[in-house]
């Protein structure tokens, strides 16, 4: 009998990765706020605003969910800054609503959060470094990790590094579909100089996300690459293994654009953790846009 996944964010990112790859060995009830394009085999779609207390527990109570990943937030930095009520309804407000449900449920909940819960001024954090957030966005994932750990014992919060890839479900917030886009159109793509990050390609997440959800490991987890490298010099990378020239980046100062949130400068994470818990491999920027290219090529799809 196939194992039961409650999945959010459904559409998302994130999300068409975990579904691609849980497509074969687990029933999935994905919650969407509206109907995402795509289908996949096992899969039961739901569409309502997670808000709604009520809905989420009838939705599931009718899952019976072995495991729940949590993957939907307000993740747009800025509109968070500027509008903190719904910030807090949905990324802290939602995810204790959903721990209380696996809590009393049995069920094991994987939340996914953010390395913009470190203010960069370290970099190369681990599970062990607290977290100092420095905008609302970062302010909600961390209530949102307490909510989880203090609530449900069967938990991991996993954090991610800058997310890379191309859609493979849905449709997806892909700034490598957008770049590629832009630079076969000969135009420049900006890309911060000051933010240092380790880049995880969404593929490696999918699968790791479930096999988090068959492990027994509870506590922190951060998923990142290999590469540790500022934006700008990933883009770079990114430009040339694409085939186009990298003088088409052009290096910013995100901290230095006005009517933003602030972004923590070196939120670069630490994987020793995951290499050593996993099966699945955390890779290296040029292994990780090898794989990219090569599912892309496999099943066909192109943004």
Same mark, same amino acid.
């Given at each position: 009998?196939?194992?039961?996944?409650?999945?959010?964010?459904?559409?998302?990112? =994130?999300?068409?990765?975990?579904?691609?790859?849980?497509?074969?060995?687990?029933?999935?009830?994905?919650?969407?706020?509206?109907?995402?394009?795509?289908?996949?085999?096992?899969?039961?779609?739901?569409?309502?605003?997670?808000?709604? @207390?009520?809905?989420?527990? $009838?939705?599931?109570?009718? @899952?019976?969910?072995?495991?729940?990943?949590?993957?939907?937030?307000?993740?747009?930095?800025?509109?968070?800054?500027?509008?903190?009520?719904?910030?807090?309804?949905?990324?802290?407000?939602?995810?204790?609503? +959903? !721990?209380?449900?696996?809590?009393?449920?049995?069920?094991?909940?994987?939340?996914?959060?953010?390395?913009?819960?470190?203010?960069?001024?370290?970099?190369?954090?681990?599970? &062990?470094? !607290?977290? &100092?957030?420095?905008?609302?966005?970062?302010?909600?994932? /961390?209530?949102?990790?307490?909510?989880? +750990?203090?609530? =449900?014992?069967? @938990?991991?919060?996993?954090?991610?590094?800058?997310?890379?890839?191309?859609?493979?479900?849905?449709?997806?917030?892909?700034?490598?579909?957008?770049?590629?886009?832009?630079?076969?159109?000969?135009?420049?793509?900006?890309?911060?100089?000051?933010?240092?990050?380790?880049?995880?390609? =969404?593929?490696?997440?999918?699968?790791?996300?479930?096999?988090? @959800?068959?492990?027994?490991?509870?506590?922190?987890?951060?998923?990142?690459?290999?590469?540790?490298? &500022?934006?700008?010099?990933?883009?770079?990378?990114?430009?040339?293994?694409?085939?186009?020239?990298?003088?088409?980046?052009?290096?910013?100062?995100?901290?230095?654009?006005?009517?933003?949130?602030?972004?923590?400068?070196? !939120?670069? +994470?630490? $994987?020793?953790?995951?290499?050593?818990?996993?099966?699945?491999?955390?890779?290296?920027?040029?292994?990780?846009?090898?794989?990219?290219?090569? /599912?892309?090529?496999?099943?066909?799809?192109?943004?």
């Amino acid at each position: 009998m196939a194992k039961r996944l409650l999945l959010t964010g459904h559409g998302g990112f =994130v999300a068409g990765s975990i579904l691609w790859h849980a497509r074969q060995d687990w029933e999935v009830h994905a919650l969407s706020l509206t109907e995402p394009p795509g289908v996949t085999k096992h899969l039961t779609t739901y569409q309502f605003d997670l808000r709604d @207390a009520e809905q989420l527990r $009838n939705v599931f109570e009718a @899952a019976r969910p072995d495991a729940v990943i949590h993957t939907a937030a307000l993740a747009d930095i800025d509109y968070c800054e500027a509008h903190p009520e719904d910030a807090m309804e949905i990324n802290v407000g939602v995810t204790a609503s +959903l !721990a209380a449900l696996c809590r009393n449920a049995g069920a094991r909940m994987i939340l996914c959060s953010t390395d913009s819960v470190f203010d960069g001024s370290k970099g190369f954090y681990t599970e &062990n470094d !607290a977290p &100092n957030p420095v905008n609302i966005y970062a302010e909600t994932k /961390v209530r949102a990790e307490r909510a989880v +750990l203090d609530t =449900v014992d069967n @938990a991991v919060v996993t954090r991610l590094s800058l997310v890379m890839g191309l859609p493979v479900l849905g449709a997806g917030n892909s700034f490598l579909a957008k770049m590629r886009i832009a630079l076969e159109a000969g135009k420049q793509v900006p890309f911060p100089q000051n933010e240092v990050r380790t880049p995880v390609d =969404v593929i490696t997440l999918g699968r790791a996300f479930l096999e988090l @959800a068959t492990l027994d490991y509870t506590g922190i987890l951060h998923l990142a690459g290999n590469t540790r490298l &500022n934006r700008y010099e990933m883009a770079c990378h990114i430009a040339q293994r694409l085939g186009f020239s990298s003088d088409l980046v052009i290096p910013t100062d995100s901290n230095a654009m006005a009517g933003r949130a602030k972004r923590p400068n070196d !939120a670069s +994470l630490d $994987n020793t953790r995951a290499k050593t818990l996993l099966a699945t491999p955390m890779r290296s920027l040029e292994d990780a846009l090898d794989l990219i290219l090569e /599912v892309e090529k496999g099943i066909g799809f192109r943004v």
